[in-house]
């Protein structure tokens, strides 16, 4: 209670000065606003304010080979939608090698003709000399035909037997080449199409790193897009606030440029591992150095209807209930355009 009556008096004594040195006006306009800022300072039991910034999950889309940039048909700012093209990569090697790919595709082709025009004829040829084979075993069982004609027609028939075989292997080798020819073709292809960058997700262009006409190299990144349906605040708290939060809690979120607005959001990240506070965004009590991150995701129906009006790295006040017991004051109530 002393504490108490020493602060209020603190107070007063604070407006007072400023109702004396100040006109009338100027003095009632800061003691308004120095009101709202302690009002706003002081939450309710259960609910947690610290500053934070606004976030988008980027996206980088690259050069999965080299080539060069025919036409780049977005720019920074831009809004994409999922399968969108986004550029356009040309290789003059590429084409060369499809077209070798598909030659050598007819190549195999043609050989696979041959073959079994040659299997056609080593059957016949195999047909002839089997039966050529059987009627000597008769003529010379019957001592029409000598020992030694009967073995060559033998001899002969088993030369055809191999000669068929060897038509059939030449036939799956044209068939073997077909498939392998055709996987190269396929693969050029798939390179080619993979030459024609599309966005992965809808979103907007963040950065145009590569301009038309530029030669880039496999990897090379083109164009960075913001995923406007992954949306988040992140926030810094000591462990004694973390550890009292779940996943999928309710939160808040209040943007400097847009104070007046309140947009529902939940907790979808609290980090497993302490870290200093950085210098972009400081927690409200300098002296607790390390703190936790943690995200809060911001419901995608708002960012569905309002996602032209997002912007990344906007500062602003996120708020966290420690219990679900906790009751969201009405200065916290959502409030959206």
Known sequence: MRRLRAATAAI?????????????????????????????????????????RIEATQIDVSSKYAGRLAEVTVKEGDEVTAGQTIARIV??????????????VLRARQALAEAEALIAQRTSDQLLARTDAERGKELAAKGYLSKQIDEQRQAKADAADAALRAAQAQRDQA???????EADAEQIRAILVDLVLVAPRSGRVQYQLARTGEVVAA??????????????????????????????????????????????????????????????????????KLVFRVKLQVDPGVLAKYHRQVKTGVRGLGFVRLSPSAKWPDTLAVKLP
């Open 12 to 52: 007063f004594a604070v407006l007072a000065v400023l109702a004396l040195t100040m006109p009338g006006a100027r003095a009632q306009s800061r003691i308004k606003a120095l009101i709202e800022r302690l009002r706003g300072d002081a939450m309710p039991e259960g609910i947690v304010k610290t500053n934070g």
């Open 91 to 104: 290789s003059p090697e590429y084409e060369a090698q499809l077209r070798a790919a598909e030659a050598q």
């Open 175 to 181: 068939q073997f080449a077909i498939r392998a020819s």
């Open 219 to 288: 990897g090379t990144r083109v164009v960075t897009i913001l995923d406007l349906s992954d949306v988040y605040m992140t926030i810094y708290l000591p462990a004694a606030q973390a550890g009292q939060l779940a996943l999928g809690d309710e939160a808040r979120i209040i943007l400097d440029p847009v104070p007046q607005y309140v947009i529902p959001a939940t907790v979808s990240f609290v980090a497993a591992d302490a870290q200093f506070t950085p210098k972009a965004v400081e927690t409200a009590e300098e002296r607790e």
